[in-house]
RNA sequence: GCCAGAGUGGCGGAAUUGGUAGACGCACUGGAUUCAAAAUCCAGCGUUCGCAAGGAUGUGCGGGUUCGACUCCCGCCUCUGGUACCA
């Protein structure tokens, strides 16, 4: 039989559906084990042989734990709603319903042919109404709730009304908005607007007005993660802050739970790291510093240096700090204002930029320092920033390089604390040394300084200890048309009410002209009946941003179809929590921040029975492409393009500002990916039929300048890099494609053996060779070249056993470590073997089919079958190695000399070192090496080597 | 700037606890087979000296610990990713 790998790829795809072989179900006899992809967005591009990278990983180690013994629930759906999804849909005019059915057609059908054993009947798509029900359901929970910092729990929203009606605000200590206290009694002098507004400031979803990252081009508001150095992360377009009306969702509450609940999690250093970095915790202290001109009035800063405040020698507030108007004095209210507008006015990604020169203005007055008395000057910076700590500081530019900066600048005073001297390489800032002209503080370490202040301001009621978090509650309100309606709505008096529950999905309305509008209207305010459901009331027309359906997707894949919860406590208690995850880095801060928060809160609601979502986390790396293109000097020479040959550049050394490169379609390149990589006659017309602008360019290469029309004889070689798959470069590389010439298992081993699964690594168009011969070694174990079964039951040679068993060993601990790339190479080494023996004996390809299967599904399966076996190898046992053909009787010492190798013995296993010694001794080479020098030392390392010293 | 990770042949990458560096694959070179090609098989393949046997040297750079260092410690360089006035 010939290796027909189309044939048996769609032959078992058919077998494996119909039987229905990768359906779960609970079944408490057996362990469970969750493994999860990060399901895709279906985008129109399909997938690239990037995105299998991790489902593969993800499979073969579901396939190994299911041949294991374990329940293994390995599903996948689709991220359908949000933005991605209508911006292709406003690309390509077609309604995002549909293009969005279209696309998961196509990316179902790429990852079958992929062989992946994915549970389809557990499917879960966002935009499906039956599941966005349940993504509505949760946020009115977090809508209904609030957040107890005294108990670290939850609770009703009527509880906290309870509260207020007997002792007021004062006794609450809570996740909240800041507000100024009130009295029971005040709080029944309220109106409802007023007492829901005041509500508002603790629900964990609540409506505020704030500074918001609005996408004019987008034409909606980002969350802080959508944006990457003043650009959307999708579309790159510019983002300003502007003041807005927004949801947002108070994932502050959780900020410590957060932080330490990482402590637990199997997930790498530098993805901790990434979080931590992201959630911010700062201890430290408010302090207070009396306003001079009125002594009721004080301004409180945040500080993690209380240590320092004896070299506070100004304050400075945030321009947009409540208390300016306050501070300012009346000779310096023109200049002050003059300075808040121009500083409002600036962009974003300009007033982020560490290098500028420092920026601000004195308002004319004074704060009176709390420990010394002195008056201090008030001033206001651009570099303080209103939303963290308090927006105002104490400035010490004896020890922070900004206040320095500043000080510097404005030629204020400044104080040395901090003692360096006896610190080598101790910078500002760095909390080293001892402190100086700081009264009681002096002669202590800054550690210790830290303390004593602390508890000195504590004492003497100058302030209170804190702790801020960089952290930010999380924008939730999208003015697109493409995601969750919001379950509520407004009466006439402008107060937002959650929708009854027993009402939900409010399903998201059809509409055919859903562009953005620039004004920040969303596209369903458009709909007028659906917006007035009833006289007097409006719906909420934003919709909820791409995050808020994936926080939670994993849950629902345990009981997909569930009408009556978002899944039944029996399944959640079955599968509890996600064992492996495996996605991309680049969610280290989006959706894995807001999936751990929602999951913290759906447990403090009692309805998920483990703290965090995701035991393990794998990170898988991106597949590059190459990226080939064309030198273009950038001043055309006569209005024509001059294209120069990239050796050229090199030769001349012609700096990188003058030139560009046109990213070229790689079929039109010789050599593509290597560095002669280069266009010749063919290729430089097929460019110029494709680019027909180009077509009056001149090329210059080594045998001079010619015009593209009398181009012959010679080449312009290219430039190739490594980045990204992109459609804009022309570089893609469709799993289909590969898998129609090579198969899917080819495929599959191939991605694995490109290297660790969580490095980013470019797509080798050759390399898949060495597996491909691989596969046709293992098949020849099989069959002969006239194509006849050649297996059969002779006793193995002992070395074949020894081969088998050594994989067997190295694939089980590879697959748990996820060294996948180093098992491939185990089986390559293992097929070579049993080659080099001629090896055909049953006892020894059974297991050995059995051992490749989670790595190669489909020739596992027909080659089971083939062995005579009627059930899938996929739910048979994965083989156990027999350590009797692991031992060793005799081992081969290495016999070195001052740690270099000069000869090597063979003893027994279990020889005495007075026995190894003894044969390294005799060895005639060592002898030769040793020449009657004494020697020093003899070391042995048991079963390892022997080192003699001379 | 700060934080994290990484630097090994022409290339992708192995080396599990400090113990024969370069597994496995690609590319390349030579040979076998073939009318020829493809495919397949065999051999070689860090650098350097040598006809060879054999030696020297070698894991970004400079030091250190050790009988022995890709691995541990100190100092530096480069690259990748994250972050950016967070007090």
Redesign the pocket.
Known sequence: MKLDFAQIESKWKKIWEDTKLYQVHEDTSRPKYYVLDMFPYPSGAGLHVGHPLGYVGSDIYSRYKRMKGFNVLHPMGYDAFGLPAEQYALDTGVHPAKSTSDNILRYRSQLDNIGLSFDWNRQVRTDDAAYYKWTQWIFLQLFNHYYDRTDDKIYPITALIEIFESDGSAGVNAAASSHEPFSGDQWHAMNTTEQSAYLMNYRLAFRKVGYVNWCEGLGTVLA??E???GLSERGGFPVIQKEMLQWSLRITAYADRLLHGMDTLEW???MK??QR??I?R?E?AFIYFPFVDQQDISIK?????PDTIYGATFIVL?PDHDLVPVLTSVEKLMEVNDFSERVKNKPTDQ????Q?K??GVWLGTYARHPLTDDQIQIWIA?????????????A?PGD?S??R?FANEYDLSIKEIIDRSQVS?A?IGDRQGMMINSSFLDGLHVTAAISSMLDYIEKNNLGIRNV?Y?LRDANFSRQRYWGEPFPVYYDDQGIAHAMEEDTLPLELPDLDDFKPSPDGRSPLARLKEWMQPYPGNTRETDTMPGYAGSSWYFLRYMDPSNDVAFASKEKIDYWKDVDLYVGG??H??GHLMYSRFWHKFLYDLGKVPTQEPFRKLVNQGMIQGVIESLYLYKEKEEGKAHFISADLVEERKIPKEQLTSIPVHIDFVSDYGHPESHLNEHGIASFLKWRPEYSDAFFETSAGMKKAKEFQNATITTLSEIGKMSKRYHNVVNPDDVIARYGADCFRMYEM????IE????W?T??I??????L??LWSLFFNDQEEWIVNKNVPHDDSQKALHATIR?IN??VERF?F??A??QF??CV?EL??SDEHSIDILNPLVRTIAPFAPFISEELWQLLGHNESVHIAPFPEYDEKWLVTTSI?Y?V?I?????G?INLPVGSTNAEIEKAAMALP?INK?IDGKPI??V?I?PD??I?I?I
């Open positions: 802080n993660d944006v990457k150095d790498s250093e530098s790291t990434v970095n992201w911010g700062s430290g800063v945040f500080t993690t240096r945030a007033k982020t930029s560490s500028k420092p920026d651009d570099y303080v920033l209103k939303d963290y700590g308090t927006g105002a500081i104490m010490v922070d900004r206040d900066a390489n910078e801020e960089k880095v680049e280290a801060v053996f490109l290297g660790p490095q980013s690594k470019p080798d050759m390399g060779e060495g597996v491909n011969k691989f046709k070694k190295k601990e590879d060294s790339n180093t491939v190479s390559m080494i070579n080659r080099k081969d290495p070195c001052n740690g270099k190798k000069r090597e080479e090496w020093r030392k070391v390392v390892k080597m080192n010293v």
